[in-house]
């Protein structure tokens, strides 16, 4: 890692869904988050709805076995989290089902008090 580079936290099973992703899928989000962690925004990065403020951002691959998004946060100073990977199933529209809605939402919670938990290490230094 670059000595500028934040470190990639990984919240829930998002490192194990990606893990289980396609190859090239897999090569796509590392290289978006690795550009993330740089300070930096990937060309198919962008804000996910619904969470204003947040600094929450979701990469959209297609690829010949469906569509698939990884969401991150680059919200707090002490790391890049990725919060949710997933296969898009829902039929309805282009929208993300509120079901992985309510993962990313939680998962953001939980990076947050990660976040907090850093910050805190290193004020105590």
């Not at 290289?31 to 959209?60: C, P, S, W, Y």
């Not at 990884?70 to 993300?96: D, M, N, P």
Request: aromatic share 8%; net charge positive; charged share 30%.
């Amino acid at each position: 890692m670059e000595p500028d580079a934040k470190p990639l936290i990984w919240v829930g099973s998002s490192k194990k869904d990606l893990c289980a992703l396609p190859d090239d899928v897999r090569r796509f989000f590392g290289h978006a988050l690795d550009i993330a962690q740089r300070g930096n925004h990937h060309r198919a990065a962008k804000a996910l709805r619904g969470f204003t403020g947040a600094g929450v951002l979701e990469v959209v691959e297609d690829a010949a076995g469906g569509t698939y998004r990884a969401v991150y946060t680059v919200r707090y100073r002490e790391a890049v989290f990725v919060l949710h990977c997933f296969q898009k199933k829902s039929k309805c529209g282009i929208g993300t089902p509120s079901e992985e809605m309510d993962i990313v939402r939680a998962r953001l919670k939980v990076a947050e008090n990660l976040a907090k938990e850093l910050q805190n290490e290193k004020t105590y230094r």
